[in-house]
């Protein structure tokens, strides 16, 4: 409570005082305008008109009067200042070409498999040189440049999408802004990653504990906070840095390879990593990836393997790219981090599927700069087999982004209090029957989405990011929701903004409205933005839509793969629902098992209900392939057989899936084209009598131009 403005501490103000007050009111106004203005000219046009010293001292004189003159704070709100509320959130960015990611390998041996792999795509003996770069440790992002000049910045976000931290990355000093040299392409997207040293984190988190502030558990965490700033100024104070790696959209490609991209951009200016080098052989690389390995302490970033890309363009060109990763590239990891610790209890995970995850809760380790207190025993038999009891102390590791897991119980140091586990015949969270499949090694609750934990885990798949994408409904959000009857399957989600209003959800429940903006911690501003992101996914595309359903085995990859063969969700289900599997089977990468799995989800009524109801409040895109929408064999299905001689068989099969055709394995009626190698046997038979028209390797090369 503020007292009345001639008051101070209750005592009456003279008429000089009052004077005095007036007097610093208007300094007080004069001054918050001063800094208003520097404030935009900070935030928004990057362009300070005081410096630091001036600002700080405008600040202390305004505090200073505050200090005297608290009731002037209502006058002027400095949390309503301009610096406070720049930006509400980050623009959208489109990738135009995505930013993928990258397959793993974890040991040597797995290097000659890699390149073995290459070779048998190429049909190649010869030796191919690799583009050996260190594996930085921080946060992918790309940056647009037209006729030189810096204009977009961007995240990886999805692949697809991305946040705009163009202000952000105006604030790393080792991004050009401008490039002078005549030969940049005058569209020119360069991608890297920008990481925090190992100092400057260390200094951060030095300062942040004697403030009182976040301390980041490791230098890409500090790294993340600081690019996703709305305040650029943060940013700015937290000397982030780069490397460049990759380019996305260009107008032109004037490289050959990828040393010759890394040499030219890094004498335009852009931050290349020094130990980049070319090798030539399997020993060149393994002797690479052990010299990395050996000075990685010593370096002042924080790297996590090794990545190797096939040097020479045109080959990657042949190469080409799986779903979500190149074909010419791969990481090749360092080795788990691991620390020792003792296993506190075990606790049952009950997941989408009804899988009962068994979780050790952990006495809180640092595991290789990451503070790690629970670990995955994945089932019952890896319990048995590792022998792991409560009270253990146990070997834990981690690596990248996988979850935690215990390797080993150290049998010496075994407790006399240690504790078997004993595995639940009863599913912990609602108390149903539990059963375990001949040949499953998972143990899962019967009780389907009757099951709060499947229930909600499946919620929370459904607004996942490679789902809906449903900003702000977070796994804590789901839970409250669900258990207040709020969100109990997908379509409630998109009735949520009409319910809220406080017309009645149904005729039978005459519910009020659920008035969200009352919830503990919310406000108007949080459930307007909550609706915007829920009705901007009433549009969905085909694979997000099918991946969202959570059918078992049916992942990412499997999704875009039935998209592009139904094109339309109704065929798609309508088959299903008749279990009609002929087309479903004949494309590549679907076996039996998946395609079994696909039509008990569709058997299943509740399923088929919930699908239904959903469709009434949102639209599904079919999926167009736009990728070679020119291409005379786009949309077409086409079958290989016998032996080509231009271009290996997995060659031949990523040309035409990369030319928009399907590849199926066997001929069928809706077969197009059959392409016939040399020896080849029942499959030419087949397309004979089928009447499908068939094509040597010649004539499909100048077929497809
Ligand atoms: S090349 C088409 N090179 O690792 C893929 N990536 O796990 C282009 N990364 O998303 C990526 N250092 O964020 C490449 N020298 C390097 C890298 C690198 C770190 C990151 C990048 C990528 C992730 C894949």
Redesign the pocket.
């Known amino acids: 409570m503020f007292e009345s403005p001639d008051l101070i501490d209750g005592i009456r103000l003279t008429e000089k005082e009052l004077e005095e007050k007036k007097e610093a009111e208007k300094k007080l106004i004069d001054i918050t305008l001063k800094l208003y203005k520097a404030d935009i000219s900070y935030y928004q046009e990057d362009n300070p008109s005081l410096t630091d010293a001036q600002y700080d001292d405008l600040k202390n004189q305004s505090l200073k009067i505050l200090e005297k003159y608290p009731d002037l704070a209502t006058l002027i709100d400095p949390s309503k200042r301009i610096g406070a509320e720049i930006k509400s959130g980050f623009k959208k960015v489109e990738h135009k070409v995505p930013?993928?990611?990258?397959s793993?390998i974890f040991n040597t041996g797995e290097i000659f498999e890699f390149i073995e792999s290459i070779h048998r795509f190429l049909g190649n003996n010869n030796d191919i040189d690799f583009y050996c770069?260190?594996?930085?440790?921080?946060?992918?992002f790309s940056a647009r440049y037209e006729k030189g000049i810096f204009v977009q910045g961007a995240t990886?976000g999805d692949g697809t999408t991305g946040e705009d931290i163009t202000e952000n990355l105006k604030t790393i000093d080792e991004l050009p802004k401008r490039i002078l040299n005549h030969d940049i392409p005058d569209i020119f997207e360069i991608?890297?990653?920008v990481y925090m040293s190992k100092k400057d984190f260390l200094e951060l988190n030095e300062k942040n504990a004697k403030e009182n502030k976040k301390i980041f558990a490791n230098p890409r965490n500090a790294a993340a906070g600081s690019l996703r700033q709305l305040d650029t100024k943060i940013t700015r104070e937290r000397k982030l840095r780069m490397?460049v790696?990759?380019w996305g959209d260009v107008s032109k490609v004037v490289w050959k390879s990828q040393k010759e991209f890394i040499d030219t951009i890094n004498s335009w200016g852009f931050p290349t990593?020094p130990n980049n080098k070319l090798c030539g052989s399997i020993s060149d690389i393994e002797n690479f990836y052990n010299h990395l390995q050996s000075i990685r302490a010593d370096l002042d970033y924080d790297i996590d393997g090794v990545?190797y890309?096939v040097n020479n363009l045109a080959l990657q060109n042949r190469l080409g790219f799986l779903t979500r990763?190149?074909r010419w590239?791969t990481?090749h990891k360092f080795p788990a981090e691991k620390a020792i610790t003792r296993i506190e209890d075990i606790k049952i995970q009950v997941g989408r599927t009804g899988a009962l995850t068994p979780v050790a809760n952990l006495e809180s380790v640092n595991v290789g700069g990451v503070i790690v207190s629970h670990a995955t025993l994945h089932n019952e038999d890896e319990i048995k087999r590792k022998d792991i009891r409560i009270n253990d102390y146990v070997v834990v590791q981690r690596a990248g982004d996988v979850i935690p897991q215990v390797v080993e119980v150290l049998l010496d140091k075994r407790q006399p209090d240690s504790k078997e586990f004993i595995f639940p015949a009863l599913c912990p969270v609602c108390g149903s029957k539990t059963i375990r499949e001949e040949d499953e090694a998972v143990r899962r609750c019967t009780n389907g989405l009757n099951c709060p934990a499947q229930a909600t885990e499946s919620l929370k798949h459904f607004v996942s990011r490679d789902a809906f994408d449903i900003e702000g409904l977070g796994s804590k959000i789901i839970e409250d929701f669900y258990f207040e009857g709020i969100i109990k399957n997908p379509t409630d989600i998109f009735t949520l903004e009409e319910r809220n209003k406080g017309q009645a959800y149904d005729l039978f429940s005459q519910a009020e409205g659920l008035n969200l903006e009352n919830r503990e911690g919310w406000g108007k501003k949080s459930v307007e933005n909550l609706f915007a992101a829920i009705n901007s996914r009433r549009t969905v595309d085909l694979p997000r839509f099918i991946y969202a359903l959570g059918i078992r085995q049916v992942g990412i990859a499997t999704s875009l793969l039935i998209a592009k063969n139904f094109r339309s969700f109704k065929e798609f289900m309508t088959e299903m629902k008749e279990e009609k599997t002929e087309k479903l089977l004949s494309i590549d990468g679907i076996g039996s098992a998946m395609a079994k799995d696909i039509t008990v989800f569709f058997k299943e009524p509740h399923n088929i209900e919930t699908i239904d109801k959903l469709l009434k409040q949102i639209k599904i895109e079919d999926y167009i392939d736009t990728t070679n929408y020119n291409s005379p064999i786009s949309g077409k299905t086409v079958v290989f057989t016998g032996t080509l001689e231009k271009m290996t068989r997995i060659e031949a099969k990523a040309k035409a899936q990369s030319l928009g055709a399907k590849v199926a394995g066997s001929v069928s009626k809706s077969t197009d084209y059959v392409i016939v190698g040399a020896d080849a046997g029942s499959k030419a038979k087949k397309a004979a009598e089928f009447g499908v028209s068939t094509l040597t390797e010649e004539e499909f090369l100048s077929f497809i131009g």
Do not use: H, W
């Open positions: 930013m993928l990611s990258l793993n770069e260190p594996k930085i440790d921080g946060l992918s990886r991608r890297g990653e490397f790696y990759t990593n990545v890309k990763t190149p590239a990481a």
